[in-house]
């Protein structure tokens, strides 16, 4: 069973930073695609960012110029630093990932099968 485990989340300031980390139980080249996926309470789960295993990368309007999604190779891990958060930005953030080859640009919700526990950011002052 594969397993996600994100870490990285908290409490910042409007403005502030935090960079999300997501560690796959295997190799990240096993999947087509990884991503973020935020849910804030009362809202449907939503697209922060994801990454191709070719590279490409795809984010949301609403993040972008803020956020950006990177992988480290040897590390085995996925990254989302997060910049200038806003009050809106406030979500539980899902790391998730998908094995389907045929899905580009993967940035339909039903396209991954693997998903972490979540890790909460909160942006207030």
């Known amino acids: 069973q594969v397993q996600l485990v994100e870490s990285g989340g908290g409490l910042v300031q409007p403005g502030g930073s935090l960079r999300l980390t997501c560690v796959p139980s295997?190799?990240?080249?096993?999947?087509?695609?990884m991503g973020w996926y935020r849910q804030a309470p009362g809202k449907q789960r939503e697209l922060a960012a994801i990454?191709?295993?070719?590279?490409?990368?795809t984010y949301t309007d609403v993040v972008k110029g803020r956020f950006t999604i990177s992988r480290d190779n040897a590390k085995n891990t996925v990254y989302l630093q997060m910049n200038s958060l806003k009050p809106e930005d406030t979500a539980v953030y899902y790391c998730?990932?998908?094995?389907?080859?045929?899905?580009?640009?993967?940035?339909?919700?039903?396209?991954?099968?693997?998903w972490g526990q979540g890790t909460q950011v909160t942006v207030s002052s």
């Open positions: 295997e190799s990240i080249f096993n999947f087509a695609a």
């Open positions: 998730a990932a998908t094995r389907s080859s045929g899905g580009y640009p993967y940035t339909s919700i039903q396209l991954y099968d693997y």
């Open positions: 990454i191709t295993i070719g590279g490409s990368t």
